[in-house]
């Protein structure tokens, strides 16, 4: 049986699992979560009923949680991307700074996202505020990290930039990357350029009018 991706081609976690399967050029079928494909929600819950996706699907093995399924990809179905180091400090740098754009970048997103979900606005405003002083918090620390690296943990492309790349698109449409973090702009830009980001972010662009925020014209 071949790998199957369960997810929502709009989700960041999702996107964070794409990059790494089409920096790879991994084969794979998607597996669309919504209204339209009842069957594939009703086989992700079976296979997963604490409701989170992505899901991989490799033969009879379900593997969830986006950090754990890439590092998977990279044991069972490795490619001429090393998303992970061979070099176990290297590597744990590479999981702090996934772990830095999931925690500190992509959380509090989604916490604005809830809060405009409710329809209320005051949770709406309350929710724009939290993530403001979250980003604030993670954009200026980015700044100083960026100052002699292409990528998240170096010259190379690893596990971080999956993460990076995702959080970083719907942050900058949550809270605006000011001009005083240019270096974390210039990396933003990096990402969007990158051909695997920018195939999932293009998959994606039919949904943006749902975004709860509001999708701003660019991107």
């Known amino acids: 049986m071949s790998l199957a991706l369960y997810g929502h081609s709009f989700s960041s976690y999702t996107q964070k699992v794409l990059i790494a399967l089409y920096e790879n050029g991994t084969p794979f079928e ?30 009879e093995r379900n593997v969830v949680e986006t950090s754990i399924i890439i590092e998977y990809l990279q044991l069972m179905h ?39 979900l409710t329809g209320d606005p005051a949770k709406r405003q309350d929710g ?12 200026n620390w980015l700044e100083g990290h960026l100052s002699d690296r292409t990528w998240a943990a170096g010259a190379e492309f690893t596990l971080a930039d999956c993460a990076a790349a995702p959080s970083l698109f ?22 969007l350029a990158r051909p695997s980001f920018a195939r999932a972010v293009e998959e994606a662009r039919w949904f943006r009018p749902n975004f709860p925020l509001g999708a701003p014209d660019r991107d």
């Open 170 to 191: 719907y942050a900058d449409w949550t809270h605006r990357i000011a001009e005083a973090f240019p270096r974390v702009r210039a990396y933003r830009a990096r990402l």
């Open 30 to 59: 998607f597996r669309g979560i919504g209204p339209e494909t009842p069957q594939h929600s009703a086989e992700w819950l079976r296979r997963w009923p604490l409701r989170k996706f992505p899901l991989l699907v490799d033969g």
């Open 128 to 139: 724009l505020a939290f993530a403001t002083e979250k980003l604030e918090l993670a954009y």
């Open 78 to 116: 490795p490619g001429p991307v090393r998303l992970l180091p061979p070099e176990p400090m290297a590597a744990l740098d590479v999981r702090f700074l996934d772990r830095f754009f999931d925690l500190h970048v992509m959380s509090p997103v989604q916490h604005a996202v809830s809060g405009a």
